[in-house]
Every structure is written in structure tokens, then in C-alpha cells.
């Protein structure tokens, strides 16, 4: 029938229409998200609302019901395992301490991400309680230094930049005591725990 109307319209392949939100549409949209980002919790529901929203208001759909469909489908999520809030803030504290980042700024950036204090909490302790990381203050402070080439870790002649070093170091959240003793180190063999 349409193939004899030429102003019809086909749609392209892998276009499909827009469907109505639904339970099972929540949840594959929180299946996918899932899948594809290794995420808090707070994130899916924050993106899952993002997408349902735009329909709400179309579809002439009780905000109240969709957030019940969100959360249940939360809620099955996390008895499945695919979302572990503790395990994610673990995992997160542990990759920022790595590149350098204060426990402060690492405390504000998992509490940023929708975490409770009591995860972040968690999180933090589980940094202190690591084997290999007697002061993760020191460790972090260590790191950004290092990655910024700080103090001993400079390259060529050592230029004068030491308040600017020191500053830069309190701005990313790090002690003026371990701060200085990095940047004040000749050379690596100086930052050895004491």
C-alpha cells in the first residue's frame, strides 16, 4: 500500500517508536545503563529519571508511580548484585587515592556521587586498613607529586617554584606538613616512611 505513495515516509532501520513507560521499560533502561557504566546507585536512578521525565509528561503519567517502578526496579537491581553502592565506593576511593587525590576531596567526591556518609565512611577505612597503605594521607600526597613532578620528582634543573608547588598541593587537599617534606626531598630516597 505505501509503496505506491511516494511522500510515505519509511522509518530508518533501527529507529523505533517511542513506547510507553512502563516497568519493563525502567528496567531496561537500568539494565542497559548497568551494563555499559560501573555506577552508584544514585546514578542510575538520577539518569533513569532523566529518561522517564520526558515522557511523564506526554504519556500524562502519575510522577509518583514511575518513581515506584524506579526504585523497585533499584531494589531488584541490588539484590542481583549488579549494583554494590559499597563495593563502587571501595573501588572509587581506591583509584583516586592512586592519582593523588586528598581523603578530603575523595570524601567529597564519593559524597557527590549520591553516597551516604556511612559508605563513604566505609570507604575511607577500608584505604586506612589496606596492607600496603600504612598512611594513605602520605600515599595520596605522594602521588600527586609525583604526577605533577614535584620536588624530587622534577625533571632537568630544579626551578624555584616551590610556593607555587606547595600551593597547588593545598589546593588538591594535602597537608602542609607532607607537602613540604615532599617538595623540600632531594630525591626519592628521602620520602621513605619513617
Known amino acids: ?15 523505533h517508536r517511542r513506547s510507553e513507560v512502563t516497568p519493563v521499560l525502567i528496567r531496561r533502561w537500568a ?41 523497585q526496579t533499584l531494589e531488584e537491581l541490588n539484590s542481583a548484585g549488579a549494583l554494590d553502592d559499597a563495593r563502587w565506593a571501595r573501588d572509587k576511593a581506591e583509584s ?25 565512611d566505609q570507604a575511607l577505612s577500608a584505604l586506612r586498613d589496606e ?4 598512611d594513605p594521607a602520605w600515599e595520596a600526597a605522594l602521588a600527586y607529586a609525583r604526577r605533577r613532578r614535584f620536588g624530587p ?17 593545598a589546593r588538591a587537599g594535602h597537608s602542609y606538613a607532607y607537602s613540604a617534606r615532599i617538595i623540600d626531598a632531594q630525591d626519592e630516597q628521602d620520602l621513605e616512611p619513617d
Open 1 to 15: 500500500m505505501h509503496a505506491d505513495n511516494p511522500n510515505h515516509r519509511k522509518t530508518p532501520a533501527g529507529v
Open 96 to 120: 583516586l587515592l592512586r592519582r593523588g587525590t586528598s581523603l578530603r576531596a575523595i570524601s567529597q567526591r564519593l559524597r557527590a556521587k549520591g553516597l551516604n556518609q556511612s559508605l563513604v
Open 153 to 169: 620528582f622534577q625533571r632537568g634543573p630544579a626551578v624555584k617554584e616551590r610556593r607555587k608547588q606547595l600551593a597547588s598541593m
Open 31 to 71: 539494565q542497559e545503563y548497568v551494563s555499559r557504566w560501573y555506577t552508584p546507585t544514585a546514578s542510575v536512578r538520577a539518569s533513569l529519571w532523566r529518561r522517564a521525565k520526558k515522557r511523564v509528561a506526554k504519556d500524562e503519567l502519575d510522577a509518583t508511580k514511575v518513581g515506584t517502578w524506579i526504585e
Open 131 to 134: 596492607e600496603q597503605c600504612s
